[in-house]
């Protein structure tokens, strides 16, 4: 199981991005897929993601990022919409997923958005 993000890039704050992630292999079923991201120099956090059929969000994603999902293709998209200066960071895609008699937990490389004016 692998993973490709892509869709970061540079924006002014109100801006907008989406990032896609797509996972690849011979996935039999998606436990989980989500986002996170990590700004310079801090921890690693959740941005959002989906358990089984649920959506979930962080609270600073909330009310300005949109999860959703194309599951023929096992890509996740993230719809980032008034973008702040604080959002900037390597936005990494997870997966935990079952292929053949294995299950796999894998992180993506990450997409890098930078919001500044």
């Known amino acids: 199981v692998q993973l490709q993000a892509s869709g970061g890039g540079w924006v002014q704050p109100g801006g907008s991005l989406r990032l896609s992630c797509e996972a690849s292999?011979?996935?039999?079923?998606?436990?989980?897929m989500g986002w996170y991201r990590q700004p310079p120099r801090q921890g690693r956090e959740l941005v959002a993601g989906?358990?089984?059929?649920?959506?979930r969000y962080s609270s600073a994603a909330k009310g300005r990022f949109t999860l959703s999902r194309d599951q023929v293709r096992n890509t996740l998209y993230l719809q980032m919409d008034n973008l702040r200066p604080e959002d900037t960071a390597l936005y990494l895609c997870?997966?935990?997923?079952?292929?053949?008699?294995?299950?796999?937990?894998?992180w993506g490389r990450g997409t890098q958005v930078t919001v500044s004016s």
């Open positions: 997870t997966v935990d997923a079952e292929a053949g008699i294995n299950e796999y937990d894998v």
């Open positions: 989906y358990l089984g059929d649920s959506p």
């Open positions: 292999g011979v996935i039999n079923k998606i436990n989980s």
